[in-house]
């Protein structure tokens, strides 16, 4: 017996990157805060399927799909065989290993690219923005969902295997995973991989690196990973601004239905304890501009979803007391609430710093635990 390098390095890092990045992305998942952060882990996942894809005719013998080119039939039987703690050793992927990783890939790429639809519909942002409508996005994120909770369970099948087969042969294999070496009989031999495509890339993948990360951002204050991060730009009108944002932000007009629009405006002379003094031509004009703009037209995701949210036969006056706004933020806490810098809940660009825009990109939203600096 003699120790030969089974897998090679690019393997090893490909291996580790994913299943950090699968964690990660699943983490990063719990809230909308961190979207961007999940959208990276979850583009990397991509790039890192190509390179496996490439790696599986490029790499060193065990990388090679032509040694773990097993069926599924194979795979069970193996299985069969484990079990009865007669299984043989393989130098490279068992036939139930090999059914797993095939498993995984197709995930990660049903995973991704259901990822990039709802990310392009719901969120009207990145490769597939324009061309998926937002309700759609729903759909794919049932999918995205489904197909994410079962990679999750051949993660942990993968790891049961792992556990198993090295109970059973008595040999570390995710230590060998991590150095890349086996003891195998003085025959095997395994050839190098293709070098120069595993240098080519990495240089691809350093470059992506550089791009997210230096990608000038989106609304100028925004902090974050440097990806565009931010949907269409939506209609604004200076008399709304300037007759609605004297004492308050001037809400965008998809914030609310259009029948709500009409309600505020037709009790402008009693307006949360203020008389607003509207003529009438301003208030035509105003209601025009709502109307075209209200939150049925749902040219965002929160207008979309505040809409779904009101039951037909209410008209609210408050963006505050919708479902939706409700449901999204129950989690913020009465200390947050209380903070002087923010006192209302209406205050929404004290912690949505695209408020004025109308556009609530999750990447500009983020609750301020200190003053915020004088502008
Ligand atoms: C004279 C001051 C004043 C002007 C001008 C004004 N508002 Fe208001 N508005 C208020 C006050 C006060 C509140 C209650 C704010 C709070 O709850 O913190 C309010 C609340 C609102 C709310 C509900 C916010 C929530 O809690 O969801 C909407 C919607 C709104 N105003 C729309 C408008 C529109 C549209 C215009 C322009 C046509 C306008 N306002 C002009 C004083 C004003
Ligand atoms: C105290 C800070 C704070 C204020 C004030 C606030 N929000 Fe939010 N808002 C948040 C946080 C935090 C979230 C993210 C909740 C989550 O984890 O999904 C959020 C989420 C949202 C979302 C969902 C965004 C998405 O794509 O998931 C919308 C829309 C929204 N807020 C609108 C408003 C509007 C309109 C106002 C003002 C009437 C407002 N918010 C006031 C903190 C605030």
């Given at each position: 017996m003699k120790r030969i390098l089974v897998w090679d390095f690019p393997t090893r890092i490909f291996h580790w990157t994913l299943a950090a990045s699968f964690a990660l992305a699943w983490l990063t998942?719990?809230?909308?805060?961190w979207l961007s952060h999940h959208v990276f882990f979850g583009y990397l996942m991509l790039g890192l399927l190509v390179f496996r894809m490439v790696w599986g005719f490029a790499g060193g013998t065990y990388a090679r799909f032509k040694s773990f080119s097993f069926t599924p039939r194979a795979g069970l039987e193996y299985l069969r065989e484990v079990f009865a703690a007669r299984a043989a050793r393989h130098i490279g992927h068992n036939p139930a290993g090999a059914q797993a990783i095939y498993l995984l890939l197709l995930l990660v790429l049903i995973v991704g690219v259901t990822g990039i639809f709802i990310l392009g519909g719901e969120e009207q942002h990145g490769l597939a923005a324009g061309w998926i409508g937002i309700s759609a996005g729903r759909f794919f994120k049932k999918i995205h969902e489904a197909s994410a909770t079962f990679m999750l369970l051949v993660v942990a099948a993968h790891v049961a295997g792992v556990l198993l087969e090295s109970l059973l042969h008595k040999e570390n294999l995710a230590r060998s995973m991590l150095t890349g070496f086996k003891l195998a009989t003085s025959q095997s031999v395994a050839s190098k991989p293709y070098r120069v495509v595993a240098a080519g890339m990495l240089v691809a993948m350093l470059g992506f690196g550089v791009w997210w990360f230096s990608y000038d951002l989106h609304v100028p204050p925004i902090k974050g990973?440097?990806?565009?991060f931010i949907g269409p730009k939506l209609a604004q009108n200076a008399q709304w601004s300037e007759e609605c944002g004297?004492?308050?932000?001037?809400?965008?007009?998809?914030?609310?239905p259009g029948r709500s629009w009409q309600r505020l405006l037709a009790q402008q002379g009693q307006h949360f304890g203020a008389d607003l003094g509207l003529d009438g031509a301003t208030t035509v004009a105003l209601l025009a501009y709502a109307n075209d703009n209200a939150?049925?037209?749902?040219?965002?995701e929160a207008a979309l979803k505040i809409d779904r949210s009101i039951p037909s036969n209410d008209v609210p006056t408050s963006i505050t007391q919708t479902p939706y706004w409700v449901r999204k933020h129950h989690e913020v806490t009465a200390a947050d609430w209380a903070l002087p810098w923010i006192?209302?809940?209406?205050?929404?660009?004290a912690c949505h710093q695209d408020a004025q825009a109308g556009t609530?990109?999750?990447?500009?939203m983020q609750i301020p635990h200190s003053a915020p600096v004088a502008r």
């Open positions: 998942s719990e809230s909308d805060v990973p440097a990806v565009p004297s004492c308050h932000l001037s809400f965008h007009p998809s914030l609310l939150a049925e037209k749902h040219a965002t006192k209302s809940k209406a205050n929404c660009e609530f990109e999750d990447a500009a």
